[in-house]
Nanobody, 127 residues
Framework: QVQLVESGGGLVQAGGSLRLSCTAS????????MGWFRQTPGKEREFVAT????????YYANSVKGRFTISRDNARNTVYLQMNNLKPEDTAVYYC????????????????????WGQGTQVTVSS
């Protein structure tokens, strides 16, 4: 069983930056594909970014490409999401997720392909 705890959310002005962290407890963190999703009220959860177990490959939604960076530190059981040049439309609850099974399409993963989820952290970007 893996437990994920996100932190780092908050209120920021448009153009600003935030770094989200997600720390995992449980075994074999280095074996998991890790991802970030986000959700706003009334909408489905949306893929943001994902990273392979080694950190060698990363994938991003088009809406965040060039502004967000996902990374991981397997020694610290932590995955990060650096968010730069934030826009009001980035406002959402951000969720960290972990997948042990292979994900068929890493460039566009589905939320049901991740077995474990954090509780979410709110990011609000003011205009």
């Amino acid at each position: 069983q893996v437990q994920l705890v996100e932190s780092g959310g908050g209120l920021v002005q448009a153009g600003g930056s935030l770094r989200l962290s997600c720390t995992a407890s449980g075994p074999s963190f280095g074996s998991y594909v890790m991802g970030w999703f986000r959700q706003t009220p009334g909408k489905e959860r949306e893929f943001v970014a994902t990273i392979t177990w080694s950190g060698a490959n990363t994938y991003y939604a088009n809406s965040v490409k060039g502004r967000f960076t996902i990374s991981r530190d397997n020694a610290r059981n932590t995955v990060y999401l650096q968010m730069n040049n934030l826009k009001p439309e980035d406002t959402a609850v951000y969720y960290c997720a972990a997948a042990l099974r292979p994900i068929p399409t890493m460039s566009a993963p589905r939320d049901y392909e991740y077995e474990y989820w954090g509780q979410g952290t709110q990011v609000t970007v003011s205009s």
